[in-house]
């Protein structure tokens, strides 16, 4: 039963589309000079309008535009930051921190190991080399990282960010274990009398 209704509704849609297919537009002005299109005529002077078909457009195949030879991409696979380790402490007012970098690759010409601590480039660090020393850090926390750089100022390879931190040697000698504990209190001493 549902198979003869699916069909007569299939044909229903056919016919349907068939028909806006061949519909006629109209057009017609009016007494105001509005000119206005429609399905049907609404106005007694309304002329049928031939539509032209579909409009479609190939485009032609994009001429090849000569590029520049890319530099070739320098071989640096990773760099890390092998001193100072992740949180590692310094002690001292004058603490020297050595920085050692790793890469996987070697340093190529025309590129520069760039080194930042705290988000500013460290200018003390050899630009060639890829290790160095930091020294006058104010105490508290840094964050070290590195990149190599080409003659672009391009970044190649960037670390990972590393925070090692700086502190002030303690003078004071605090007491430990049994020194802690306040002394026994001492009792009273005794009046000589009868």
């Known amino acids: ?19 806006a297919q061949s519909q ?13 299109y429609a399905d049907q005529p609404g106005a007694p ?19 090849e535009v000569p590029t520049e030879t890319p530099e070739p991409a ?3 696979q990773s760099l890390r930051i092998v001193s100072p380790t992740p949180e590692q402490v310094f002690f001292g007012a004058d603490a ?14 025309g590129h520069l190991v760039t080194v930042y601590v705290n988000g500013q480039r460290a200018d003390a660090f050899p630009a060639d080399s890829m290790s160095g020393e930091l020294t006058g850090l104010a105490r508290g926390t840094h964050f070290l990282r590195a990149e190599i750089v080409d003659g672009n100022a391009r970044v190649l390879v ?35 009398g009868p």
């Open 24 to 36: 006629e537009i109209y057009r017609w002005v009016d007494k105001d000079g509005v000119v206005h």
């Open 96 to 109: 020297s921190v050595p920085v050692e970098l790793e890469s996987v690759g070697p340093i190529e010409p």
């Open 158 to 192: 960037r670390s990972e960010q590393v925070m090692f931190h700086v502190r002030q040697a303690s003078i004071a000698n605090p007491p430990v274990g049994p020194r802690l504990r306040p002394p026994p209190p001492k009792p009273p001493k005794k009046s000589g």
């Open 45 to 63: 002077d309304a002329k049928a309008v031939d539509l032209p078909g579909l409009s479609t457009y190939r485009a032609e195949p994009a001429a």
């Open 74 to 76: 320098a071989s640096y």
């Open 1 to 19: 039963m549902l198979w003869p209704m699916r069909a007569m509704l299939l044909l229903a849609g056919l016919a349907l589309a068939a028909a």
